[in-house]
């Protein structure tokens, strides 16, 4: 029930006078959905997320039973009433409190059972295309508008923005593994171990994408503007084309 539910966040943002959520769903009841609808391996979908009660009920149950269970919660970021605990703690949007209860439900649940399990999420903001609208007739041109399409990736994406959305592109899972590193003054950008990699630095060095070639990924991704002619850019092919062949290069 309800009060159950606004004790059980209470306990979790212990330093409100009040419970930041007025209608919180209790996680024993999610933990009893999630028994009797899912297997340890499902993925639990809440398209209306709330305080992300089903982000705390999925590990929970994990930490018991042993299970992999994945989580999506999704939310709009409705604003909180300016009145409110939660907004005066700092917290301007449902999102906000739901993002930290996955925080500390997890830290919580981690110190209390000690279970080796995956406490951890990633959040994804809706919104569109990383790619400039260009849609012109011959008419419509001139030199101003050709000016403005050299790159058409939109000024206020950055490389994770890239990198994600060639995810999205090529239907790849959002949740696996990936690193950031320094190459020879570029960032490189590895995700699950090898599946794509990606750089988006201005004018790679010949030698970064030898390296990044003979690593052999499966997918290589850079921008147009990566490179400063049209040879350049083919020279990018060519050079993963002799030491990756079964590599898909993209250039965006």
């Known amino acids: ?10 306990n979790i943002f212990y330093e409100l006078e009040k419970a930041p ?16 609808c899912t297997d340890k391996d499902s993925i ?32 709009l970021p409705e604003p909180c009433d300016e009145k409110s605990e939660a907004y005066k703690a700092g917290y301007k949007n449902i999102c906000e409190i739901g993002k930290e209860r996955i925080r500390r439900a997890g ?5 209390e059972t000690g279970a080796d399990i995956d406490y951890g999420f990633r959040v994804f903001k809706v919104d569109d295309s990383n ?13 101003t508008t050709l000016a403005s399409t050299l790159d058409n990736i939109k000024p206020d994406r950055s490389a994770l923005d890239l990198l994600f959305g060639c ?11 990936y690193k950031s590193e320094q190459l020879g003054g570029c960032t490189v950008h590895t995700y699950n171990e090898g599946d794509l990699l ?9 030698e970064v994408l030898a390296e990044l070639a003979k690593r052999q990924p499966l ?29 898909t290069v993209k250039v965006l």
Not at 24 to 34: G, H, N, T
Not at 167 to 177: A, E, I, R, T
């Open 1 to 10: 029930h309800t009060d159950m539910a606004k004790k059980e966040i209470q």
């Open 21 to 36: 959520f007025d209608t919180p769903k209790p996680v024993k009841l999610i933990k009893m959905f999630s028994t009797m």
């Open 44 to 75: 639990i979908l809440d398209f209306f997320s709330g305080s992300a009660t089903t982000a705390h009920a999925v590990m929970q149950l994990n930490a018991e039973d042993g299970g992999n269970r994945k989580f999506i919660m999704v939310q």
């Open 107 to 111: 830290d919580k649940i981690k110190a």
């Open 131 to 143: 790619m400039n609208d260009i849609y012109y007739s011959v008419a419509e041109l001139s030199q």
């Open 167 to 177: 995810l999205l592109d090529w239907g790849l899972p959002l949740s696996m593994p």
């Open 198 to 206: 990606a750089c988006f630095d201005m004018d790679i060095p010949e």
């Open 219 to 247: 997918r290589a991704v850079f921008r147009d503007s990566c490179f400063a002619d049209s040879p350049a850019k083919i020279n990018v092919f060519e050079i993963f084309k002799l030491y990756a062949p079964d590599c």
